[in-house]
């Protein structure tokens, strides 16, 4: 007596095919010739879809460039509170001196919410517009005050 083969004894690519064929006949792709359907892209529709798809990409391009010069270090914003220096002090930790007004304020910011650590009585940092310098100037010249 024969034992007909289980469900999991069968040939899995040999199904698959089976499945596939039966699938592109019944779409059309795959028929007889004299009834295949023609489905063909004119070289115009090319064009155009490939013209859009480089207008999309050149404008998330150009957008994320305008986003990251703005936010570049609060660098563009003329409002009253400012982030003038910040460090990061873990994956998701970190330290920034804010000034709001006339007044700097250490600020700690995590996952968890934001954190007043300190506020200072005099400027620690002295922003751009007020020293003339930019901040690879600042830092150029902390470092050669450290090592003296």
Known sequence: MKIPPSPARV???????????ALLQCTGV???PERAVSVGVSPAY?????AALCFVLLAIFL?????????????LSNGPIKVLAGANVGSRERLVIVQAGDSQMLLGIS??????????DKPVVVSDEASGMTFKQQFGHLIRTQKS
């Open 111 to 120: 996952p968890a919410g934001i954190v007043k650590l300190e506020k200072f």
């Open 63 to 75: 957008l994320s460039k305008l986003l990251r010069s703005v936010n570049a270090g609060g660098k």
């Open 30 to 32: 795959y028929a007889e």
């Open 11 to 21: 040939n899995t690519p040999l199904a698959l095919l089976v499945m596939l064929t």
């Open 46 to 50: 090319l064009i155009k879809t490939v």
